[in-house]
């Protein structure tokens, strides 16, 4: 069974920044996809980056430029460092590994976390 523990979340002025961390483990995908996807209420399940084994990146629209994934290979963490948050940020976010690019394309986010709530006010 996939492990995702996420921490790393909090409540910042718009403009200001987190780090979100990721421990992810016990999957089997050769070559995984690993994310982060965000849930506002009453909104849906929002892809927001993701970095596969060789390093390739892709980033939701509204988060290029602010937000940097990466992925340190010691202990299988990844991590999301957002700054310059805006109050459309806040949601709970939720780590992911899926087996292919193909799953995250069309939002198949068979496992998550327990999540961590980003809460960005004006």
């Known amino acids: 069974q996939v492990e995702l523990v996420e921490s790393g979340g909090g409540s910042v002025q718009a403009g200001g920044s987190l780090r979100l961390s990721c421990v992810v483990s016990r999957y089997t995908y050769s070559r995984p996809v690993m994310g982060w996807f965000r849930q506002a209420p009453g909104k849906e399940r929002e892809g927001v980056a993701a970095i596969d084994r060789y390093g390739i990146i892709r980033y939701a629209d509204s988060v290029k430029g602010r937000f940097t994934i990466s992925r340190l290979n010691a202990k299988i963490t990844l991590q999301l460092q957002m700054s310059n948050l805006k109050p459309e940020d806040t949601a709970m976010y939720y780590c992911?590994?899926?087996?292919?690019?193909?799953?995250?394309?069309?939002?198949?986010?068979?496992?998550w976390g327990q999540g961590t709530q980003v809460t960005v006010s004006s």
């Open positions: 992911t590994v899926l087996p292919a690019w193909s799953n995250w394309d069309g939002g198949d986010f068979t496992y």
